[in-house]
């Protein structure tokens, strides 16, 4: 059937709905002038509801990343990282966490032998007490510095009176043994300021309990209620169930912060706000999704509260009153602006919209249930779509390579992840065991596939491939220009060819030659690879190394506590032919001696301020976990990554090889 010319959906709809809205302004007209009442309460519980859910989004977004970065917290003291006895280390570990968290004022890190870290910031300052009631009594060792300042100042200070293990915090953490705890809002020892504190507990080790706990200050829940509008002289507080008020309404006398400070944690009928004492009184019994009205200073006014829960023995009440006056005034302007409306014959436009409805609803039906089928997962071709608007055409046309669109794209995804399993599963599942010597490798692609590889291939002593005992290994780390499938193929070329010279015997430079060559055949102008090649020999306890434009190499020689920066030998692989490969003499490592070698991703992290991690920092985190195994050694410096550029998806793939000697 030929359809007639299609009109634009704007004009038939324009042309239909100016009737209908001139048809139905007599009854809005009749409806605003018989419900006002109705009018009023519909108005106010939209009004309240829309409040009350954004003061709930805002408290959610102060207190619920505490929560989470504290059971972030719970799982670094788990695996043992927030030990006391190491205040540096944990200040080198909180004090990021602090920075990020603006809402974190303090943070305490203690057990049941009495000992606690507590890092406080105020403004600029920078407080960390230090408590060992088993070893020091009631001495504690403050130090204090600010932003920028290197040194801190340190000094001892007699605090009797103070036992982490007696603080409320403490004492409900343990009490709930694993569950997050929110004590009730209290005066900090400290800072003296209102707040609340969040805490959890931890397995300390050797049979002890950790807290760690997190101050929040409440000012930052006044500053959310005070800054709210609700109407023209409605107010909005927060309250604990106890009803004590810690987010305090909008009034003149709590501009100035001595007096918001004074007044939080006030009972309402202490407050100097009649209105919030008087709803608190006439707030109903029981819970309530309703408002309901009461009345202060001879007026009446609407009031709906509404439970916030921190923990499930921990609420608090958020309280949204309004004067019935704002809300009339509002009504009044509305109905102003209705009696101006034509009154007009109800039920020609209730025909009218049902002519129009059955115009357009068909060929959107056919729509809705091409998108339906679509999203379970059905992409086969669906019924045809017929109408004379131009824009339903266009919908239909669009959900037709939406359609054929996803069904390629499910497909790449589908190849995508295949291909990234491959990868992966060219990646040595364990390492093998070297006699002297503790092994880590790992690689984290910066997208589905990546641009790096490594290999750890074990050798007896008869050059049999191994996973397990060793007389030698054979190490590899290559870096493909970019990440993607692409540079993934290249570097998973150079690792099947280094795998077949060692099976053919092929010494490190030869086989460094026949990669330079095959890949200058394969890639072109614009593409290379960096690759390190290394042989380590228990017997010798040596390493021999050559790098074809994979740098820095990091060599820590324990023995003089330095580290030796490496470079290069010869260019990246696949560039040129021909090129001079000589291998260097062997490097003996000694007992406490690392080997380390990073691709780009890691040197390369950078922060908000754009600014690279560094050879620098990667030296400074590997010196400063290097009495731990190497497979912790490489945790750290992936976290610590992680760490610096905040946790954001990696720009380039980060790969590393670590080789720690050990003792026989």
């Not at 050059?463 to 220009?481: I, P, S």
């Amino acid at each position: 059937m030929k359809l007639k010319r299609p009109v634009s959906i704007r004009t038939g709809l324009l042309a239909s709905l100016l009737l209908v809205i001139l048809l139905l302004s007599g009854g809005i007209l009749l409806t605003t002038i018989l419900g006002a009442r109705q009018v009023v309460q519909s108005l106010s519980r939209s009004l309240l509801d829309q409040r009350l859910d954004e003061m709930e989004v805002r408290l959610k977004g102060f207190f619920e990343p505490a929560a989470k970065v504290i059971r972030m917290a719970k799982a670094w003291g788990d695996a043992g990282r927030l030990d006391t006895s190491e205040p540096d280390a944990l200040r080198l570990a909180l004090e990021p966490v602090m920075r990020q968290y603006p809402q974190i004022t303090s943070l305490m890190v203690a057990d049941d032998r009495g000992r606690e870290f507590m890092l406080l910031r105020i403004g600029e300052k920078w407080i960390n007490r230090q408590t060992r009631r088993d070893e020091w009594g009631n001495r504690c060792r403050f130090l204090e510095w600010r932003e920028g300042q290197r040194k801190p100042v340190v000094s001892w200070k007699e605090l009797p009176e103070y036992d982490p293990r007696r603080r409320k915090w403490f004492e409900q953490a343990v009490a709930k043994m694993g569950e997050l705890n929110w004590t009730e809002p209290y005066t900090f020892f400290t800072t003296k300021d209102p707040g609340i504190t969040a805490s959890i507990t931890f397995d300390a080790g050797e049979g002890h309990v950790g807290v760690i706990g997190f101050d929040v200050l409440l000012n930052d829940v006044s500053n959310f209620t005070r800054g709210l509008f609700v109407s023209e002289n409605g107010e909005v507080c927060v309250l604990t169930d106890d009803a004590k008020v810690i987010g305090l309404p909008q009034n003149r006398r709590f501009e100035d912060p001595v007096a918001r400070q004074q007044a939080i944690l006030q009972p309402p009928d202490q407050l100097g706000v009649p209105v919030v004492a008087d709803a608190v009184r006439s707030a109903p019994a029981t819970a309530t999704h309703r408002p309901w009205e009461f009345r202060s200073g001879g007026a009446p006014w609407l009031g709906q509260t509404r439970r916030y829960r921190l923990a499930p023995d921990r609420w608090l009440r958020i309280a949204v009153l309004v004067p019935i006056s704002d809300l009339l005034a509002e009504v009044e302007e509305l109905r102003a602006w209705i009696v101006g409306i034509t009154l007009v014959v109800l039920v020609l436009a209730v025909v009218q919209a049902i002519l129009l409805a059955r115009r357009f609803s068909r060929p959107i039906e056919a729509l809705v249930r091409g998108s339906d089928r679509i999203s379970r997962g059905d992409l086969e071709e669906g019924e045809p779509v017929a109408s004379q608007v131009k824009e339903v055409r266009q919908l239909a046309s669009a959900q037709e390579q939406m359609r054929v669109s996803l069904r390629t794209l499910l497909k790449l995804e589908r190849d995508m992840q295949l291909a990234r399993q491959i990868q992966q599963d060219t990646w040595p599942d364990t390492l093998p065991r070297l006699q002297g010597f503790d092994l880590a490798a790992s690689s984290q692609p910066a997208d589905e596939t990546g641009g790096d590889t490594y290999d750890v291939i074990g050798l007896t002593g008869d050059g049999v491939v191994t996973n397990g005992e060793a007389d030698r290994a054979v190490l590899l780390v290559a870096d493909a220009t970019g990440h993607g499938i692409g540079p993934a193929l290249s570097v998973t070329q150079v690792r099947a060819m280094l795998r077949m010279a060692l099976r053919t015997g092929t010494g490190l430079a030869a086989t460094a030659r026949q990669l330079n060559e095959q890949l200058c055949q394969d890639l072109d102008a614009m593409r290379f690879v960096t690759a390190w090649l290394a042989v380590l020999d228990a017997k010798d306890r040596t390493l021999t190394t050559f790098s074809a434009g994979q740098a820095p190499l990091l060599h820590y020689v324990a023995a003089r506590d330095a580290w030796e920066v490496m470079k290069a030998n010869c260019p990246p692989l696949g560039i040129v032919t021909g090129v001079a490969i000589e291998v260097p003499d062997p490097i003996a490592l000694a007992p406490g001696d690392l080997f380390v070698v990073a691709s780009d991703g890691f040197f390369e992290a950078m922060d908000a301020a754009r600014e690279e991690f560094g050879t620098e920092r990667v030296q400074a985190v590997l010196a400063e976990h290097r009495a731990r195994p190497a497979a912790e050694i490489l945790m750290a410096l992936r976290a610590a990554a992680d760490a610096y550029t905040e946790g954001a998806p990696p720009e380039d793939d980060r790969t590393a090889v670590i080789v720690k000697a050990i003792a026989d």
